[in-house]
């Protein structure tokens, strides 16, 4: 999948700086290449609960956001997080203080 195709699936008009940003979070996360299509589908299975997937401004990894209004929302965008995390072993890592988390990869 190119670098266009995954950016504008994340919402993100294309251009170079975020292909090199993406270039670097694919460098960083283990396993990208038999993950990312469904870090796709996740960010797709999130819209309903107000969340989503995006590239992090701090860290080079994808981020997943949890933007939810409701508690009802919250816990099914944490469902649908932990479903993707245990059923393909994906290591996640949780921002101190927010509804954040990082995609680092397959669990070792």
Known sequence: MTHEAILNQL???PNEALS???SRIEE????????????LDLHE?????????AMSNSNDYFKIKIDA???ISAGDAMEKINHFADKYK??????E??????????AA
Do not use: W
């Open 11 to 13: 919402g993100y008009a």
């Open 20 to 22: 090199l940003q993406l």
């Open 28 to 39: 960083n996360t283990g396993g990208y290449e038999k993950i990312i299509k469904h870090i």
């Open 45 to 53: 299975a999130l819209k309903t609960d107000e969340s989503y997937v």
């Open 69 to 71: 209004t409701s508690e």
């Open 90 to 95: 994906v290591n996640l890592q949780k921002v």
């Open 97 to 106: 203080g927010k509804p954040t988390y990082y995609i680092l990869g397959f």
